[in-house]
Every structure is written in C-alpha cells, then in structure tokens.
RNA sequence: CGCGGGGUAGAGCAGUUUGGUAGCUCGUCGGGCUCAUAACCCGGAGGUCGUGGGUUCAAGUCCCACCCCCGCAA
C-alpha cells in the first residue's frame, strides 16, 4: 500500500514513525514550508520534515497544498493518504486522488473539540477523559466518520505539553491497528453526532492574560493548557513572570493577590473561589522553577496585586 | 549579522559600577530545645566564581575570544 503522509508538528512525528516502523510504504510526505524560527530567526525544517528526510523520503511543501500540491500527489500514486496536524485544509480535489481514501489521527474525543488545539482546550476546560481518534477525513473540519479512538483519565498535574507527547504514541499506535483493520475489511465507519460537536479557534497570546475572578480550578487548568505555548503570564517588574504550573488549594484571599511567598509556603495567589500554589515559574532569562526555589533568591511580598494593570489603549 | 537576560556550594540568588580574605536564603550533616512542627537555637561540611587567553603586586570583578542556558520575536 503505498501511503502518503501528511503532518507538521511533533504530534505527527510519532505517527509518521510508527508508519515506517510497521513497513508501509510512506512514498512521499507533505509538510508546511520552512519557517523562521526559534532564536536567530533562522529558516527551520518541521519536525516532521526531518523525519522524512532521515528515511530518504521525498518531501512536499506546498504553501497550499490544494492549489499547488495536487499534481505532485497524483504523481505519487497514493493508495491512502494519512493526516496528522497537517495544518493545512484538503480540498476535494485532493480527498480524490487516494484510492483508498484518507485517515486522520486527531487528537480529541470526536466529536468533541475539532479544530486546532484540541488538547490545550481539554486541559482549558477541565475534560475528565482526553483521547485520540482516528477518522476519514472530509471536506469539512474534523467532521469525518470516526474509526477508532483512544481514550484515558486526563491526568491530573500534566500540561499540554506533557499531554501531547503522551497522546501522540497513543495516536501513532492507534493509527496502525486502524490501517491493520482497514486491510483486514474490519474497520467500522461511525458517523460524528454532529449535535454534540464542538469547535476550537486556534489559541492566541491574550489566552495567557489571567482572569483571577475564574475559580481556582480554572485557572489552574488554564496555566497547564496553555504551557508551554502561550504560556500564563503575569506583570512583573520590567517583563512578565511566567506561570508554567499550578495547583489548586482551598485557600481564599484576594483575588489576584499574593497570599503566601516564601521558600516553605510557595507562591499562593487568591483567586475568585479558592487559591492557586504555583508549582513552577519562569522568570525572563531564567529556567523554569518550582516557585519555592525562585523564592529563595528572590523576594516577594504578601499582598501584592499580580492583577493585569488596565492599560486598554 | 533581528532584540535582550543569564552561567558564583546540592537548589535559588547577592557580590562585578569604585580589582584587595567568597556572602545570603534553603537544603544537607552533627548537637540542643519542644507534647509536637514546613518551628526555634548552636555547630560543621560543601565553591578550579562556564572555558581559554590577557592586563595587574593582586581578577568573581577589567580586556579579548569561545562554549552553554533562557526571554521576546516568529
């Protein structure tokens, strides 16, 4: 079977692997272009693409690849194509070309959060159970026929982060028991409840900016869902300090204020309902931290608002 | 050459401007106090100050080069 991968970020590397791993025959990827990256700005693969290139695969880079992919596709031959955050929408066009249709591992429990992000907004919302699913990719936005999924307690201290690493191998092995059970004739199409469905925008920066009216448990939840990007952030002296984690506690004070901070306590802030312990910090030009080392070298007094000054311009 | 912060004891920091015996908080080890404690008291161990050169009577501190970590921006 001669598959065609299509995927970007790390969630898709494991999947991309695991293809290989298996046998199949991955005879071309796609990937988005090159992009300025990281500290000099310097124009950098995706790690997907480097995957590719270390297995002597051919790589694709269309901007779009609906307008300018399809004919290096068809050239491909593919019998099925296999998506996985490709980032990227696939017209019809290009649905048509695989033979045998295209698969897409998708990091949420379909029909719930289609969309980007999926599982930072399980973490945001407090989703009791996270999973992967793998479905038939259509001309809509995740709205396919599902196959088969994987799901689990989400845990309870892991960031979004964390969490994606552990649901992509998820998601890698669940996309080669689907194509196993494809070849097999054993796969079961199961059409989305389109009513229960819900869709997330991609996330943004002002996401970090924290309402300390939210109860503990929400803030909590937000600081995890949002690291390590955009990542919680508060004011403070010239830069932001960075809030990488965070538990809740049933403390209460002052919303947005500092309850506790010292070196045995910890850095508490009050929030609407309940306290938030910041387990780890990160302040500009330093590492991440739990909140009670960042308090041995430096002060920071009780009653102070973290508030985010009102500077609406 | 995109902008910027940083590397000093196991952890987190001060000290560098104005060169002159390595300091603080925590942890750790030993002892004491207490019904008890993330409490308190006493004592100890632990550092080639990122690396290599240079200036100097003397360099954590000044000069040059390099390595590593990180924030912004994407």
């Given at each position: 079977m001669r598959i065609v991968f299509m995927g970007t970020p790390d969630f898709a590397v494991p999947s991309?692997?695991?293809?290989?791993?298996?046998?199949?025959?991955?005879?071309?990827?796609?990937?988005?272009?090159?992009?300025?990256?990281?500290?000099?700005k310097k124009l950098a693969p995706s790690p997907v693409k480097e995957v590719a290139l270390e297995h002597g695969i051919p790589v694709f880079q269309p901007e779009k690849i609906r307008r300018d992919g399809v004919e290096d596709l068809k050239q491909l031959h593919p019998d099925l194509c296999v998506t996985a955050a490709f980032g990227q929408i696939l017209s019809q066009e290009i649905l048509d070309i695989p033979t045998r249709g295209t698969v897409n591992v998708h990091a949420s429990l379909l029909p719930k959060h289609r969309g980007s992000a999926p599982i930072a907004w399980a973490i945001l919302q407090g989703d009791a159970e996270v999973g992967v699913t793998t479905m038939m990719t259509s001309r809509g936005i995740d709205d396919g026929d599902m196959l088969l999924h994987y799901s689990m307690p989400r845990p309870a201290h892991a960031t979004?982060?964390?969490?994606?690493?552990?649901?992509?191998?998820?998601?890698?092995?669940l996309l080669i028991e689907t194509l196993r059970r494809m070849e097999a004739g054993t796969l079961v199409r199961i059409p989305q409840d389109h009513e229960a469905m819900t869709y997330d925008p991609m996330l943004k920066k002002e996401m970090g900016i924290i309402d300390w009216n939210q109860s503990a448990d929400e803030i909590a939840c937000r600081i995890l869902a949002l690291n390590p990007w955009p990542s919680?952030?508060?004011?403070?002296?010239?830069?932001?300090?960075?809030?990488?984690?965070?538990?809740?506690?049933t403390d209460e004070g002052v919303p947005g204020t500092i309850l506790r901070a010292t070196p045995n306590t910890g850095l508490v802030i009050g929030c609407g309902k309940g306290a938030v312990l910041i387990t780890q910090l990160q302040a500009p030009g330093g590492k991440p931290m739990h909140s009670k080392d960042y308090l041995r070298g430096h002060a920071m007094e009780a009653g102070m608002s973290l508030q985010e000054k009102a500077e609406d311009a």
């Open positions: 991309l692997k695991a293809l290989l791993e298996a046998g199949y025959d991955v005879v071309g990827v796609f990937t988005q272009p090159d992009r300025p990256r990281g500290r000099g979004c982060g964390e969490l994606t690493e552990i649901l992509s191998t998820e998601g890698a092995k919680c952030s508060v004011p403070y002296g010239d830069g932001r300090l960075k809030l990488l984690r965070a538990e809740a506690l």
